[in-house]
């Protein structure tokens, strides 16, 4: 442990890069606990960020982790969703970990549908900043093309510079940048094998150590 | 809004939404809005109510500033949308259908007699931007060849050559400074509007019109208001 995070209680939520054992609810918390922080994660498989604020049912299975306990992995096809406000009020942070981009970029569709997006980030990032927490977004990672979740690269770098812009006063972490489109293999082009997700939450973790370190999160 | 029109709008998204991750082909959830999405929103630049009704519900637009515009709501695109605005008795028909990501302003004035006049002004934004303020110019003044937008006492131009039923836009950053709007071909004659401190992330409208007989030029500014795209 090397403590740079120690005195940070960290609200981590996610898509279904959240939902399963090995995920970023394995890699990422633990990367964030073994820094010193308090980790509170809770992911939502399917989600849009509007979905974090105007409670939803999920239909494809969500988990939550804390501290180091294991994850608790729900797959009931109808669970009901958390909200931003409770999980706030039941897990008090001090900064706030969104990662969120693939259920929104619109894979597959011919249009990139900027107001919506906008409209569903600005929604969370408004209820973040109104408990005037610092928090951080987390974008999507490159994939792999020509699965039937229709990522392609050209998308995913639309999508990942769109929230770049998107989501302030928010901090963004780039994930396009920790490899090259393609270079981390997936199961089924969107979700990462075992060892990118082990690299993934490595690189968003260090990420997040060095935003601190800078005082570009404050402590 | 919350009116019974936006209501219906959103079940017909709904509709959409699950039919499409049905027949998704091995997806395990969609990724954005099935088959898109796209925003309407209703405008109310006469001196009277206004009433819009569609076979689904009504919604009324009264005369007070803060209530003259509504929010945005998402719609199905490709979906012929109808209905009718109304001015006391005098009624004139909508028909519209939007395209992808199209924002689509209805403007209603009135006319010294006969219905109310109905102005569509569609655009299809991209200047969504958290870090600036984005700012429009509405022309539905239609003596006004060129409308333009003002910033500060010097006048700075910020939107510029806005034809009559059309849109300007710009990005600006987010700070408090007094605006006006203006004519360009009748120089240096502006109206001044009350918009307040911008923020950033925050999009902003603003209205040049024609006001009721004798009353001339009119402004209106306003903050852009986006309906969840919720059931």
Known sequence: MNGLLAGLVILVIGDSHMVTNDYLITTLHNDLVQQG?????????????????????????????????????????????????????????????VEMGDTMAGYGQQTFAKGWVYEQVRTLTQRIAAHNLPCIWVGPPWGNEGSSYHKTFTRVKEMSDFLAQSVAPCKYIDSTQFSKPGEWPTIDGQHLTASGYRIWGKDISDSIGHMVSSGEIKK | MGSVLRLVLALGICGIAAESAGAADGRLYPSGPPNGV???????????????????????????DAQRVGEFDPVTPGTELTGTVAIGDRTAPIKLTLKQNEFVTVAVTAAAEGPPTVTLLREEPSDFNA?????????????????????????????SGVKPDATGRRLVNPVNVALSV???????????????????????????????????RQALALTDKMAPFRP
């Open chain 1, 37 to 97: 922080a308090t980790v509170n994660s809770y992911g939502m498989c399917g989600t849009n960020a509007g979905d974090w604020v105007y409670k939803t049912t999920v239909s494809c299975g969500e988990a939550e982790r804390h501290g180091t306990k294991a994850p608790v992995i729900n797959r009931q096809p109808r669970s009901p969703g958390w909200t931003m406000e409770d999980l706030i009020a039941a897990n008090r942070p001090n900064l706030v970990v």
């Open chain 2, 38 to 64: 796209a925003y309407l929103r209703f405008a109310n630049l006469s001196p009277a109510a206004v009433k819009v009704s569609s076979a689904a519900g009504a919604l009324d637009l009264p005369t007070s």
């Open chain 2, 131 to 159: 870090q600036k303020s984005a700012l429009a110019l509405y022309n539905v003044d239609k003596n006004c060849a060129e409308a333009e937008l003002l910033a500060g006492d010097r006048h700075t131009v910020v939107v």
């Open chain 2, 182 to 216: 203006g004519c360009g071909a009748e120089g240096g004659k502006a109206t001044g509007v009350e918009l307040g401190a911008m923020a950033a992330g925050d999009r902003y409208s603003v209205f040049i019109y024609a006001g009721p007989g004798s009353a001339g």
